[in-house]
C-alpha cells in the first residue's frame, strides 16, 4: 500500500489512543480493520507503522541476511525489531499505541501522521515541523540535485498507481 499522500495533523490522546482522519480511513478501505504493526524508528524520533502484510515481508527479507552472526548484521536485526507491537483499529475507528512507544517517541497531543512509501510515520508534530525545517535548510544546495534524481527515474506505469 502507498501512503505518499498522507501528511496529516491529528490528536493522541492521554491513553494513546488516535482517532483516524477520515482521509486515512478511505485510504485503508477494506485493509482498515486488519492488523498493523507500529515499532519506533531507527533513524528518527518517530514511529512506523506498517499494514502487517507488508511487515510481514520485510521480515521474511530481513530474514535472508546471510551472516546474522557477524555483529554488525545481528544488530540491524535487533534494532528492526526492537519495540515491535501488533495493534488492530477498534470499532471506533482508533489505534491505540502502547504507552511505552508513545513515551519512547515523545508524543505529545498533538501529532502528525506522516506517509513514508510503505509505512506511516506518527512524529509529535513539533518534532516533525522541526525535522522539516531542518532537513530543508541543510539541503537546499541538494534539493535541485534530488528532484532532478526523480527526472532519471523510469517513467512511472499505471500499474504503479
Do not use: H
Request: hydrophobic content about 35%; overall charge negative; glycine content about 4%.
Amino acid at each position: 500500500m502507498d501512503f505518499l499522500q498522507v501528511d496529516i495533523a491529528c490528536k493522541i490522546d492521554e491513553k494513546g489512543r488516535i482517532l483516524l482522519p477520515i482521509e486515512l480511513r478511505k485510504l485503508l478501505g477494506e485493509n482498515l480493520y486488519g492488523s498493523y504493526i507500529v515499532k519506533p524508528s531507527i533513524l528518527y524520533d518517530c514511529l512506523e507503522l506498517y499494514p502487517k502484510s507488508t511487515w510481514q515481508t520485510f521480515i521474511a527479507k530481513l530474514s535472508k541476511i546471510k551472516r546474522p552472526s557477524v555483529k554488525k548484521q545481528a544488530d540491524f536485526i535487533r534494532a528492526m525489531r526492537y519495540g515491535v507491537k501488533e495493534l488492530t483499529i477498534d470499532n471506533n475507528d482508533r489505534l491505540t499505541i502502547p504507552k511505552e512507544l508513545v513515551v519512547k517517541a515523545g508524543l505529545s497531543k498533538e501529532i502528525q501522521l506522516s506517509g513514508a512509501i510503505d509505512k506511516i510515520e506518527i512524529w509529535d508534530k513539533q518534532k516533525y515541523e522541526y525535522q522539516q525545517e531542518l532537513f530543508l535548510s541543510s539541503t537546499e544546495n541538494d534539493l535541485n540535485e534530488l528532484l532532478g534524481e526523480l527526472d532519471d527515474l523510469d517513467t512511472v506505469t499505471e500499474e504503479q498507481i
